[in-house]
């Protein structure tokens, strides 16, 4: 079972660190991709991050690189996603799922095996 959690309220600019935590397996045997989903909107077809389990190679959505940092810790058994500089439009539900990959890095993935509860992050002043 996967868990989200670290979400919260936090002004325009600031941070917060989100984890992915698991119980039941390990994390370093997936890739492990974060996805967000906006209020009333559908959630967003692409991963906002990724990363592979081969060489922990990452992926970032344009509109998050430069701002979002995936990382793991394979000694907490947890994958984490390190949000600077937040904006207001990246006020979402954010959800941790493994990641099916058939070949290649895990933004070429082809669907999810399982997903966590969301946490949810709310950029406002």
């Known amino acids: 079972q996967l868990q989200a959690s670290g979400g919260g309220l936090v002004q325009p600019g600031g941070s917060l660190r989100l984890s992915c935590t698991a119980s039941?397996?390990?994390?370093?045997?997936?890739?492990i991709g974060w996805f967000r989903q906006a209020p009333g909107k559908e959630r967003e077809g692409k991963a906002v991050s990724c990363i592979s389990i081969s060489d922990n190679s990452t992926y970032y959505l344009d509109s998050v690189k430069d701002r979002f940092t995936i990382s793991r810790d394979n000694a907490k058994n947890s994958v984490y996603l390190q949000m600077n500089s937040l904006k207001p439009e990246d006020t979402a539900v954010y959800y941790c799922a493994t990641l099916k990959v058939v070949s290649g890095p895990c933004a070429h993935y082809v669907g999810m095996y399982s997903w966590g509860k969301g946490t949810l992050v709310t950029v406002s002043s």
């Open positions: 039941g397996f390990t994390l370093d045997s997936y890739n």
